[in-house]
């Protein structure tokens, strides 16, 4: 203790753009680092990225390691985990943050397995505070906090002993603070030595497409889920959401149907949605799904079933059966003056 | 040539439709109303490996780690056509995180040894972590293929699998042995085959056997019922973590760097709530005062 505790991200980008949840996690790094009177130091991997590590800096970073190398584009699980693990055990981060995307819940795990850190996946809040535990006190441990065992429960998970302290955070949890164009750094550059066991694996081929839904940046967001039935029947629910000018949604029981595709699903395992508007309709209401959705402006529920969870955080409630009310509703909207 | 597969499978509890009914009056879940099953994705795993021994030939084993309860979803795995089942059981590592679990799972791997292949699902439906995988990777030293939805195939010592992503996909190719991690998207998992069911229903780990007995007490003794499965090849392994090899300071709530430093009840107050008659005078006044607040 007594030395500077760091907070790391880790920084994913693509096409030359760092990665929407990596500036968010660089906010919620600044902001921890903060309250402990630390720094935030950015990982930086890949090949020409060089000219990304000023941005991280705008967003709050102290440090940027920056390695720059061939091998690590397109991003690959060892070559990273090999820069990245050697970086951890070198400089010995407190806590070290990851997005919870394809690549994030590829490298955070075999990171933390490498050395013996514990790790969180998918939080919905960080925050600093003490903890007691038989008999022993640890000031300013990183609460990890996440919906847990597909119930009505947030578990406060944390890593007294054993360090970094690390947690996947999903895009759009966190909120993205405007950059201070300001701010000065430090890079520090890495040469990355690679072993021949690393580049076991190549990558042959690669598409990425953006998405067709934008769920994020939606004001209004008419959401389905298991009591919708059928895929046929979702229909309705892309009919309400045309007529609102709205995105579509689904809960994880409606996309795990077969309704929707992924892309759509709102929840601790899908998007978190900060809309005007959010129409939830046969959806129970797992917490799982009213993390990503609780922050709406407004929430309109309709579920046949009285007792639904979703109830809970409803604005307005609606019990009846979808299969008239999305009609009706549609129908007052048609004939709203809008 | 013929390939070892192995496949690391967890039974958990059915956790995908949490309903109204599954909730008690306090708002959390009842856990005793949702079955325990074989996790979903963990069957596709299954099924990716089945496929390679049917196509290459070689074997397949399925090694889980759980209470005694978890030899069900090893049946169910003899009956959908694995080879070889083991079950890891031991109170010591109850309560292990991922990584601790990762570390069990690692020692028993390397007990089973001769492998080329070791397939887990992409995560388990009561954490959704996806770490367990990739941690055993780590552990093992070994290549992971995480997302993995298609053997384009297998040839040598080579593997080229496509990857699946919600947004896009990557191919990649990689040496073996390696551990994949398998989406749900990957294939149809097969039903238990009738045949297989009848030959290994009786399959039982020993913590089975007085419940078994009591329905078959022609054998009279645990002894005459163990040599009985013995003979048949009835009997599930079951290794505890001495016995495969695991050093105890690292398993269970001891040697799991993540506390669970406590839980909460979410109890969400209904604050300005309003009911909403579900008929179209109703459902018309709502829209009509969401335009009038600016909401539409």
Known sequence: ?338 | MAYNCVVLAKQVPDTANISGKAMKEDGTVNRAALAAIVNPEDLNALEMALQVKERHGGNVTVLTMGPPRAAEILREALYRGADRVILLTDRKTAGSDTLATSYVLKCAVEKIGDYDLIFCGRQAIDGDTAQVGPQVAEKLGLPQITYAESILSLDGREITVRRAFPLGSETVKCRLPCLLTVVSSANQPRPASARRTLAYKLAAIPQEYPALLARWPEFETEEALDLFLGERGLRISVWNGADAGVDYDRVGLGGSPTKVLNVNYVVLGASESKEVDATKEGVAALIDELVKDYTL
Request: with cysteine; charged share 20%; aromatic share 6%.
């Open chain 1, 1 to 338: 203790m007594g030395e500077c505790r760091e907070v790391w991200v880790f920084i994913e980008h693509q096409d030359g753009r760092i990665a929407d949840v990596s500036l968010e996690l660089l906010t919620k790094a600044r902001e921890l680092a903060d309250r402990l009177q630390g720094a935030v130091a950015a990982l930086l991997l890949g090949h020409g990225v060089a000219e990304l590590a000023e941005i991280a800096i705008h967003h709050g970073a102290d440090v940027v390691f920056v390695a720059d190398h061939p091998e690590l584009t397109p991003y690959r699980t060892l070559p990273y985990a090999r820069v990245a693990i050697e970086l951890v055990r070198e400089y010995k981060p407190y806590i070290l943050l990851l997005g919870a995307t394809p690549v994030g819940r590829d490298l955070a795990p075999r990171i933390a397995s490498a050395c013996w850190a514990g790790l969180t996946a998918d939080c919905t809040a960080l925050q600093i505070g003490d903890v007691q535990r038989s008999g022993e006190t640890y000031t300013e441990l990183l609460y990890q906090i996440r919906p847990a065992f597909g119930g009505n429960v947030i578990a406060t998970i944390v890593n007294p002993e054993m360090h970094p302290q690390m947690a996947t955070v999903r895009e759009g949890v966190m909120q993205l603070g405007a950059p201070d164009p300001t701010r000065s750094g430090e890079v520090l550059t890495v040469e990355p030595q690679f072993e021949e066991g690393d580049l076991a694996l190549q990558v042959v081929d690669r598409s990425l497409r953006l998405p067709t839904c934008d769920l994020k940046g939606a004001s209004v967001i008419v959401a389905g889920g298991a009591g919708v039935g059928s895929k046929e029947n979702f229909g309705l629910i892309y009919d309400l959401a045309e007529v609102l000018g709205g995105e579509v949604a689904a809960s994880r029981a409606a996309v795990d149907a077969g309704f929707v595709s992924h892309e759509h699903q709102v929840g601790q395992t899908g998007t978190t949605v900060r809309p005007r508007l959010y129409v939830a309709c046969g959806i129970s209401g797992a917490v799982q799904h009213r993390a990503g959705m609780d922050q709406s402006s407004k929430i309109i529920a309709i579920n046949s079933d009285p007792n639904a969870p979703i109830f809970q955080i409803a604005h307005y409630k609606i019990v009846g059966d979808l299969n008239e009310v999305i009609p009706a509703m549609i129908d007052a909207l048609r004939g709203s003056p809008e």
